[in-house]
T-cell receptor
Framework: EPEVTQTPSHQVTQMGQEVILRCVPI?????FYWYRQILGQKVEFLVS????????KSEIFDDQFSVERPDGSNFTLKIRSTKLEDSAMYFC??????????????FGPGTRLTVL | DAKTTQPPSMDCAEGRAANLPCNHS???????VYWYRQIHSQGPQYIIH???NNETNEMASLIITEDRKSSTLILPHATLRDTAVYYC???????????FGSGTRLQVQP
């Protein structure tokens, strides 16, 4: 069964450093998403991406975040200058148009980002 | 998206049916009810979704009341591997940002 994959599974970085989290969405999917979950808290939406553009973003997704689909298979989340509070699990998801206008999002296993 | 309300925790005996309720009294006519679960800190796993009719797949059944103000996710024969946090989400389409609440922590007991 096709699945979303994410690399690395765990990333440790120093505060102020740039990190890039990588995702390979399900191959025929057209919509891509990033979510994050700070330890012990809710899963929070960051951004959605379609047709090489951001289609929706949350207040969390400020100027230090960016997303890109550099090729036909990868979808990346870049954090330019990491802060301690960016430590979290980051989940990538993808979806494709379904019947009756519904799109079901399928999530990857996540990348645990630790900022020291 | 409509707000959903779920009990914070539930227990279920292994092999028995787990019935997880969700209240979405302000749901609008074209909002779907989606269910996901999260095992430990893994990525949320899609379970099932529905609009008006009851739905069943290989994982679970979804029963939506006629007035659509509440629904129940049924895991017919719960196993220890079903221990997870279950999220009920009301949304116009799965393409939008999903708003995860606190969910129901289901503990399946041996």
């Amino acid at each position: 069964e096709p699945e979303v994959t994410q690399t690395p599974s765990h990333q440790v970085t120093q505060m102020g450093q740039e990190v890039i989290l990588r995702c390979v969405p399900i191959s025929n999917h057209l919509y891509f998403y990033w979510y994050r979950q700070i330890l012990g808290q809710k899963v929070e939406f960051l951004v959605s991406f379609y047709n090489n553009e951001i289609s929706e973003k949350s207040e969390i997704f400020d100027d230090q975040f960016s997303v890109e689909r550099p090729d036909g298979s990868n979808f990346t989340l870049k954090i330019r200058s990491t802060k301690l509070e960016d430590s979290a699990m980051y989940f990538c998801a993808s979806s494709s148009p379904g019947t009756s206008g519904t799109d079901t999002q399928y999530f990857g296993p996540g990348t645990r980002l630790t900022v020291l | 998206d409509a707000k959903t309300t779920q009990p914070p925790s539930m227990d279920c005996a292994e092999g028995r049916a787990a019935n997880l309720p969700c209240n979405h009294s302000t749901i609008s006519g074209n909002e779907y009810v989606y269910w996901y679960r999260q095992i430990h800190s893994q990525g949320p796993q899609y379970i099932i979704h529905g609009l008006k009719n009851n739905e069943t797949n290989e994982m679970a059944s979804l029963i939506i009341t006629e007035d659509r103000k509440s629904s129940t996710l049924i895991l017919p024969h719960a196993t220890l591997r079903d221990t997870a946090v279950y999220y009920c989400i009301a949304t116009y389409t799965g393409r939008r940002a999903l708003t995860f609440g606190s969910g129901t922590r289901l503990q399946v007991q041996p």
